[in-house]
């Protein structure tokens, strides 16, 4: 579905990735780990438009998404839950989830997502008038995915999910990504949680320093022990 070979990008004259090629197939949940400052924000932002690669390929179903302005990226079915999530503080659930159903393709199957979004998270049904920045931050978060999942995507990137969330409310995103993932829904999550990151993906690639250093399955990299020393402290 999503094949990316040798990506480099980064802002004006500071490069963040280097060489980055990895590939999410149909279907998976596939993990991107690191630590803080290795460029796992910088490859959601190329993949979703937001920033373009200075060399190398991104190409989905077919589609170069370098060559693709951003709307248009929406469009072919890439929803992007940005980190710290970004709502419109001052609108309510509700308006928030709207603005998600915006795109031309996803606006007469508006109610019918809505319907989804609200079975999946039932707290905003019952938030749902309530303004989007007066939550907490795992309802904020739910709010996020659902805006994403009214787009009704092909794929959903989620850029660091768990960040700045009680443990408690770490553990609810993640079994919210399980959910996701049983309805069939392409994933790309990027993560410094590792190890509940690599309890919920298929297979996961290590960032760090804007190259790729480790891919594999989920269950060989959480039983790496390099891998379990550097990231699980233990």
Known sequence: MLELKS??????????LYDVSLEVREGEAVGVIGPNGAGK???????????????????????????????????LGVA????????????????????GGFVPAARPKFRRQLDAVYELFPR????????????????????AIGRALMSEPKLLLLDEPSAGLAPVLVEQVFELVRRIRAGGLTVLIVEQNVQQVLRVVDRAYLLKTGRIHAAGKA??????DSIRQAYLGV
Not at 47 to 72: C, F, K, Y
Request: aromatic content about 4%; glycine content about 8%; charged content about 25%.
């Open 41 to 75: 924000t910088t490859l959601m932002r190329v993949v979703s438009g937001l920033i373009r690669p200075t060399s190398g390929s991104i190409v989905m179903d077919g589609i170069d998404l370098a060559a693709t302005p951003p709307h248009r990226i929406v469009e």
């Open 219 to 224: 269950a060989e990299l959480l039983a790496s």
């Open 80 to 99: 992007h839950v940005p980190e710290s999530r970004r709502l419109f503080a001052r609108m309510t659930v509700e308006d928030n989830l709207k603005m």
């Open 124 to 143: 905003l049904r019952e938030r749902r008038r309530q303004l989007a920045g007066s939550m907490s931050g795992g309802e904020q978060q739910m709010c």
């Open 7 to 16: 990506v480099r990008a980064g802002y004006g004259s500071f490069q963040a």
